[in-house]
């Protein structure tokens, strides 16, 4: 499988998020802020506009939480999620490693 544009920085990121697992929008949205060291902020309506459209792409999908999470929204990675965040991995290594090789690092 292949798809015609990188992913959006957020829309990676979202995905990376749900990789080990479901996880609630707010959730998400600390997750990001965490692992980018508060360099990329995903405020609420990008984080929803986003999660809207990748559930229509079939990437996610709004799934049950616990009997503590019932009023959650969770969402959750799909094959078709997982496969397309794996071609942007080996995508963005092979820009790095691109880059490695021209400028000699």
Aim: net charge neutral; charged share 25%.
């Amino acid at each position: 499988m292949s798809f015609e544009q990188p992913l959006t920085e957020s829309y990676f990121y979202i995905l990376l998020c749900l990789y080990h697992g479901p996880n609630h929008g707010y959730g998400i949205m600390q997750d990001v802020l965490e692992l980018t060291d508060d360099r990329l902020r995903i405020g609420s309506g990008t984080m929803y506009g986003a999660v809207s459209n990748m559930i229509k792409k079939g990437w996610i999908v709004e799934t049950k939480g616990t009997d503590d999470d019932r009023r959650k929204r969770l969402y959750k990675l799909t094959d078709k999620g997982n496969e397309i965040l794996n071609i942007e991995v080996t995508r963005l290594n092979e820009l790095v490693q691109n880059a490695s090789k021209v400028m000699g690092r």
